[in-house]
């Protein structure tokens, strides 16, 4: 069973940083085959995507954090994380960790519990 940990949440204020980790169980050499990301839920709305890196490191972001969040990962430790600086209320949400390699003709979908980050004064 494959398990994705969230950890580095937390209370910060408007302007500030945290840095986000999501440490998995997925065996090393498998782990780099996996397209990891972000995502974020905040009250009364819909999961939404933050930032994804491929196992080769081609990032995406969401256009609301362009130029505040680095996604990035390191793939001798299992683990991929989020920088996130500059941050606003409105970035206030649930953050989970996701992981995603598709093999036809199954697809590999794993999720996190989610961590909790909450920007206010």
Do not use: H
């Amino acid at each position: 069973q494959v398990q994705l940990v969230e950890s580095g949440g937390g209370l910060v204020q408007p302007g500030g940083s945290l840095r986000l980790s999501c440490a998995t169980s997925i065996s090393g050499s498998i782990f780099s085959l996996y397209a990891m990301g972000w995502y974020r839920q905040a009250p009364g709305k819909e999961r939404e995507l933050v930032a994804t890196i491929t196992g080769g490191g081609t990032t995406n972001y969401a256009d609301s954090v362009k130029g505040r969040f680095t996604i990035s990962r390191d793939n001798a430790k299992n683990t991929v994380y989020l920088q996130m600086n500059s941050l606003k209320p409105e970035d206030t949400a649930v953050y989970y960790c996701n992981a995603k390699y598709q093999y036809l003709p199954k697809m590999y979908d794993y999720w996190g519990q989610g961590t909790q980050v909450t920007v206010s004064s």
